[in-house]
């Protein structure tokens, strides 16, 4: 405005980034890489290629012990055009680096998959394509959702036995069942002798509940096709947002021809301990959509199987391991032990027999 001009103090934005030196994507250098990547350093780029996109935060908590020796590793493989990253524009503050698959690690994962480049799908616009999409903050989102898991079983108190032993992105859930549903992920959880798997809703606060509580409809006809009932968790932002989100979520259900088959059960963000040490999904916060919220007690991620002992128990593949970059089974082209492909649709869904 002519009458309160910007400063020019105020128009310096963020610390200009010296520009980092980085290795050109030719055969010479992918033969060097050959002796310089762990498998660490190749499950954080399966993992990014699953998963789109993974702040530094999440990455550090998924594979390494200190965000400091993170930081470190992850700079290296930028430098040698194994992952690239971006930061975003916030209004407050700083947002952490983001990062996404760069040409030199898709090209190690295309030669261990005995595939081409071309051929495993990867193209560098379409992968930085998702630091200008508009679902950039939901996709970093779920991913923050499920990594907060994983960082909750490598912080297990002792004597508890406790992993997310799958999780698929919204993309592999969409080719798998896309036909019917469209979830923001799926996942299993495994406690002890308990283990339970789900498929997630995700509410961000933008979604109108309406069209949430719609997608019931599909859940029900995915469970007729295949005659599997898998839970579905819907996670919400806030309190006050559950509880509008509950009403019409029981009025769909019940209207649902087989209720059963879709058992719902609804947390909110806002219910997690930000005293905890990791606070993560498998806390006390989930509720039950056939049970009233006035003076229920929530119940644990692992807890809901008594809620629904009517679902079997999802059955695993054999030496099926925990999620994380030592675990011992390679796996192509899920970056994590999860259950086999899917069967033809209306088959059965992936491990389940």
């Given amino acids: 405005m002519i009458t309160n001009p910007t400063r020019q103090r105020a128009l310096r934005g963020h610390k200009p980034i010296r520009p980092n030196p980085r290795a050109a994507n030719t055969a010479e250098h992918q033969a060097v890489l050959a002796w310089r990547l762990t498998p660490r350093d190749k499950w954080i780029a399966r993992m990014l290629w699953e998963h789109r996109v993974l702040t530094a935060h999440q990455i550090t908590a998924l594979a390494f012990p200190s965000f400091r020796s993170g930081r470190m590793r992850l700079r290296e493989l930028y430098t040698w055009g194994v992952v690239d990253r971006f930061q975003p524009f916030v209004t407050v503050g700083t947002a952490p680096m983001h990062y996404v698959l760069a040409p ?37 989102g779920v991913n923050e959702w499920f990594t907060a898991l994983v960082d909750r079983a490598r912080h297990r108190r002792p004597g508890e036995q406790v992993a997310l032993a799958a999780w698929w992105s919204e993309t592999r859930c969409a080719k798998h069942f896309g036909d019917l549903i469209k979830p923001d992920g799926y996942g299993r959880w495994r406690d002890g002798d308990r283990q339970i798997e789900w498929f997630l809703e995700y509410d961000f606060g933008t979604e109108v509940l309406a069209k949430l509580a719609g997608k019931l409809a599909g859940y029900a006809a995915l469970a007729q096709a295949t005659g599997i009932t898998t839970p ?14 509950r009403r019409l979520l029981a009025r769909a259900w019940r209207e649902l021809d087989d209720p059963r088959s879709v ?48 679902v079997p128990p999802p059955v695993t593949t054999s030496g099926e391991a925990a999620l994380g970059p030592d675990s011992p089974l390679p796996v192509s082209p899920p970056p994590l032990p999860m259950p086999p492909p899917a069967a033809p649709r209306g088959a059965g869904r992936p491990g389940r027999r």
């Fill in 232 to 245: 579905l968790l819907v996670w919400l932002p806030t309190s006050r947002r559950e509880a509008t989100a």
């Fill in 104 to 140: 030199a690690g898709a090209a190690v994962l295309a030669a261990e998959d005995g595939l081409d480049v071309k051929e495993m799908g990867y193209r560098h616009d379409r992968v930085f394509g998702v630091a200008h999409s508009l679902r950039l903050a939901h996709t970093v």
């Fill in 263 to 310: 058992p719902v059960a609804t947390a909110a963000a806002e219910l997690l301990n930000p005293e905890a040490a990791h606070p993560s999904p498998a806390d006390e916060v989930w509720l039950p959509l056939d049970v009233a919220a006035s003076g229920a007690r929530r119940r644990a991620l692992s807890g809901l199987v008594d809620a629904w002992p009517h």
